[in-house]
């Protein structure tokens, strides 16, 4: 079983910065492709940025050239680094993993960790 858990999502004036990251633990595990979601109240959950096991990023228009996504294979981490925060940016965070078992024997399978609250106010 692979588990996600999310850090750093804190109350952040407006351009202020964030670093969120996100740790995967378990055994038995390769991670392809992993992402930030978020989620605003009232709100579908988005996309925000995705990185993939070759270090291939895409993000969201809204936060490209604000955000950077980037992860450590050798440490199961991954982070998201958020610049020039904006009111429109608070939401709740979520890290996910696209895992795939050792071996292959078994079906890929989409990992979330539990959230991380990221408010931007004055």
């Known amino acids: 079983q692979v588990q996600l858990v999310e850090h750093g999502g804190d109350l952040v004036q407006p351009g202020g910065s964030l670093r969120l990251s996100c740790a995967a633990s378990?055994?038995?595990?390769?991670?392809?492709?992993m992402g930030w979601y978020r989620q605003a109240p009232g709100k579908q959950r988005e996309l925000v940025a995705r990185i993939s096991d070759y270090g291939i990023t895409n993000y969201t228009d809204s936060v490209r050239g604000r955000f950077t996504i980037s992860r450590d294979a050798a440490t199961n981490m991954m982070y998201l680094q958020m610049n020039s925060l904006k009111p429109d940016d608070t939401a709740v965070y979520y890290c996910?993993?696209?895992?795939?078992?050792?071996?292959?024997?078994?079906?890929?399978?989409?990992?979330w960790g539990q959230g991380t609250q990221v408010t931007v106010s004055s």
């Open positions: 378990g055994i038995m595990f390769n991670i392809r492709d």
């Open positions: 996910n993993a696209n895992v795939l078992p050792v071996g292959g024997s078994l079906d890929s399978y989409a990992v």
